[in-house]
């Protein structure tokens, strides 16, 4: 059995690499590396469109005819399923885990909110054109914003207590705790490829959806990011999952794009070759005046 499962599609080899939810950042990454982690059967579908969705919601999973929005929930249906990354783990190590992903959503998350949605160059030149480019007019120019706006409410709710009232105060502290949160995923890591034992985990998809992002995006205001890339073992824990469970889907991604760009341009082409036609056309219609011939001299 697979299950049809529809996400939006991304860039960077990452589906939907950008951060898109103001609630939850990992929301596609998440569960899609821990479906690749537990080998759980989802026949993945890239899409563009939300409304193409069955619940006009990105991801969805889909089962019996019943829909699975929202990441936590797709975990415990794959879970129930028998498809666990999570079986070897002791108690001790699940303490860990619950720890950890307490760390990244208090240290981690806002910063990458704040680097994605609130910081005026990465938005403009980054964030918003790809998020518009995915959403259906007229909504793209409403959506972005409005996902903008939530990402300073939040982040404000969070931090925004004495003697931090505002964005820019709270900036400076919220880039400090998140540069400590990677130093300490960093010093847990070590020198393995996951974070607990020889095999991922719940705890490896959880970061990965919060690393990749920032490791992958071409940010043009990158000051979090060059940190992440002095953390190389924080790189190779991204770069090993990307080559050994998403490398088909990298292609298949790219592999779209090509399609993608090559059908803007073959529209691209149609419209001068109308536009062409059309002028000859008013031109062979416009009224002609027999030629005159030279004056004589």
Not at 82 to 96: I, V
Not at 232 to 260: G, K, P, W
Request: aromatic share 12%; charged share 20%; net charge positive.
């Amino acid at each position: 059995v697979h299950w049809p499962c529809k996400v939006l599609q991304g860039r960077c080899g990452v589906a939907s690499c950008i951060p898109g939810c103001c609630c939850r950042l990992e929301k596609p990454r998440k569960y899609n590396a821990y479906a690749k982690f537990s080998r759980a059967p989802l026949d993945v579908h890239f899409i563009n469109n939300p409304w193409k969705s069955p619940t006009g919601d990105i991801p969805v999973l889909i089962s019996d005819n019943m829909n699975f929005v929202q990441p936590d929930n797709i975990l415990n249906f794959l879970r129930k399923q028998k498809y666990n990354a999570d079986y070897e783990l002791t108690a001790t190590q699940g303490a860990d885990t619950l720890a950890f992903i307490a760390l990244i959503e208090e240290k981690l998350r806002p910063a990458l909110l704040h680097a994605f949605w609130v910081d005026i160059e990465n938005y403009c030149n980054l964030t918003r054109p790809w998020f518009a480019s995915r959403i259906p007019f007229p909504l793209n120019f409403y959506i972005p914003g409005q996902m903008s706006r939530c990402a300073i409410n939040q982040i404000v709710l969070s931090r925004g207590e004495p003697p931090f009232f505002n964005i820019k105060e709270v900036e400076t502290q919220i880039y400090r705790d998140a540069k400590e949160c990677l130093n300490l995923l960093s010093y847990r890591l070590g020198t393995s490829n996951f974070f607990f034992g020889k095999t991922p985990t719940s705890f490896d998809a959880f970061a990965f959806g919060f690393l990749a992002p920032l490791y992958k995006a071409e940010l043009p205001n990158a000051h979090l990011q060059k940190h992440l890339h002095q953390l190389r073992n924080l790189c190779h824990f991204c770069d090993h999952i990307l080559t050994q469970y998403f490398a088909q889907s990298s292609a298949v991604t790219s592999e779209e794009m090509v399609d993608e760009n090559l059908q803007k341009l073959t529209q691209l082409v149609n419209k001068e070759c109308n536009l062409i036609e059309k002028m000859d056309d008013n031109l062979r219609s416009s009224p002609q005046h027999k030629p005159q011939g030279a004056p004589p001299l």
